[in-house]
């Protein structure tokens, strides 16, 4: 699996800051639900809360703004034109210029809000999908990039013993 600049070692730099993992994504529509099936596998595994926001992430900019993060990690199929299954991390202002999600919804409508109150480190994880058509099954290579991005964010937000 390809990455930019390797971000599965950048977020080794996130561990012990006060984290909210957001997932976005319909899981109805093939790879477009890869967001939600990370938070699927991280739910009781890690210390950083996690949200599994679905097609409507605005519904949670309030109760993600309580939590008062350090760091907020928004995982979404993001199409960036590489091939289906790489990832790659992207901050907010990189979303204007090359990048989309497979949404309707601006992420800036999301995320600006509760930067404006908590002042997070924003980090938006970008799988890139194959296809994202009603009623496809997640294609193997964001299965295995959801599967490796899982055991990435376990490692580093291990729940302590």
């Known amino acids: 699996m390809t990455t930019n600049s390797n971000p599965l070692e950048q977020l080794n730099k996130l561990q012990g800051s006060k984290t909210v993992i957001v997932g976005i ?3 109805l ?3 477009d639900g890869a967001g939600p ?3 699927q596998k991280l739910m009781g ?3 950083a809360e996690v949200v599994d926001a679905g097609t409507v992430p605005e519904n949670y900019v309030g109760p993600i703004i309580k939590k008062t993060p350090q760091t907020l990690i928004i995982i979404d199929a ?3 034109g590489a091939s289906p299954g790489t990832l790659s991390i992207f901050r907010p202002d990189q979303l204007d ?3 989309f999600s497979t ?3 601006s992420p800036h409508m999301f995320v600006d809000p509760i930067c404006q109150q908590t002042n997070p480190d924003v980090f938006f994880i970008g799988i890139q999908p194959e296809h994202t058509r009603l009623g496809e099954p997640i294609c193997a290579p964001v299965q295995k990039a959801v599967q490796q991005l899982a055991q990435t964010l376990i490692a580093v937000f291990a729940l302590q013993q």
Do not use: E, M, P, Q
Request: contains cysteine; glycine residues 10%; hydrophobic residues 50%.
């Open 25 to 27: 994504g319909n899981t």
């Open 37 to 39: 099936l990370v938070c």
């Open 78 to 80: 993001i199409d960036f």
């Open 29 to 31: 529509k093939g790879d």
């Open 97 to 99: 210029s090359f990048v």
């Open 103 to 105: 949404h309707a919804l």
């Open 45 to 47: 595994k890690v210390a």
